[in-house]
């Protein structure tokens, strides 16, 4: 069945007869911007310029069931054979999807059968190629066990070099461990000799320091009871002289028959027996004074020296 001569405006534009002119013109502008080539999403198509000519077609048809619907002449006369239109676009609709189911189910049988003549060859090749994997299996397995003969020999060897490398290594890290601990002991002996010696010589410096300052005390104290008894026995010398000396003038005194002066008396009078004497005046030791006095001794007034 042949497509209809006059056009479905009503399915075109996916609107019904009952619709007003405000409807029919925003399904056009709804179905322009739906269909523009801009609009269209980028791989959707594989050829641009039959996109192009598709969507010019698809808008001039439905521009031109705009214009016929929105005129009111054009759409009476329209409506009035719309019915016979419709009912041939459903009829060839339905052949349509008539022809396009018988279509898809030859299509779908054609490409059963191209499957499962696909799936025979895959199924041979894949026989194939496993009878060519077990060839090729058996030989790398015969391979295999080749190689880990030689892998285990060469694992052996390896083995055994690692193990006399390894035993080498160890001794020459004992060694180097034993002359490290060696050159450590020495170190730290010398370490400690230095210590022992530095703190020895510093023993012996503060005995050093302290023997001569105990002997410079000892010399101190030394000096100071020198210097002690060398006044005490000064002062001892100085009394046994003033004993001897007074000693020497009582006996002075006695032999020329004078009164003892007695020192203590304020009056400093010599009360004499005889004739008076020439009075010796001892050195006593005693400090000089310059100014008149009387001599306890004498009783005579000096003028110029005394021992008062």
Not at 48 to 66: C, M, P, T, Y
Not at 96 to 119: G, I, P, S, Y
Request: charged fraction near 45%; aromatic fraction near 6%.
């Amino acid at each position: 069945m042949e497509e209809p001569e006059i056009p479905d405006y009503y399915e075109s534009l996916g609107v019904g007869p009952q619709s007003t002119v405000r409807d029919i013109r925003k399904a056009f502008n709804r179905l322009a911007k739906l269909h523009h080539p801009d609009k269209q999403a980028p791989g959707t198509c594989a050829d641009a310029g039959e996109f192009r000519k598709a969507s010019s077609l698809f808008i001039v048809d439905v521009r031109e069931a705009q214009e016929t619907l929105c005129d009111e002449i054009r759409r009476r006369e329209y409506d009035i054979t719309y019915p016979a239109i419709q009912l041939q676009w459903i009829q060839y609709r339905k052949e349509k999807d008539f022809r396009q189911a018988r279509e898809r189910l030859r299509n779908a049988e054609e490409e059963r059968v191209r499957r499962r003549a696909a799936e025979d060859a895959i199924k041979r090749e894949a026989e194939a190629e496993r009878a060519r994997k077990v060839a090729e299996e058996e030989q790398l397995a015969a391979q295999r066990a080749e190689r880990e003969k030689l892998w285990a020999q060469r694992e052996r060897e390896a083995e055994e070099r690692s193990r006399e490398a390894g035993r080498k290594a160890r001794e020459r890290q004992e060694r180097e461990a034993r002359e490290r601990i060696q050159k450590d002991q020495e170190k730290k002996a010398e370490q400690e000799r230095v210590v022992k010696d530095l703190l020895r010589k510093d023993k012996e410096r503060k005995a050093e320091e302290r023997s001569e300052e105990a002997a410079k005390k000892r010399r101190e104290q030394q000096d100071r009871e020198a210097k002690e008894r060398l006044v005490q026995i000064l002062i001892e010398e100085r009394q046994d002289t003033i004993r001897r000396n007074w000693m020497a003038m009582r006996e002075q005194a006695e032999s020329r028959n004078l009164v003892p002066i007695d020192i203590r008396s304020p009056s400093l009078n010599r009360v004499e027996s005889g004739p008076p004497a020439k009075c010796v005046h001892p050195s006593l030791g005693w400090p000089r004074k310059n100014g008149p006095s009387n001599c306890y001794f004498c009783g005579n007034k000096l003028r110029a020296l005394n021992f008062l």
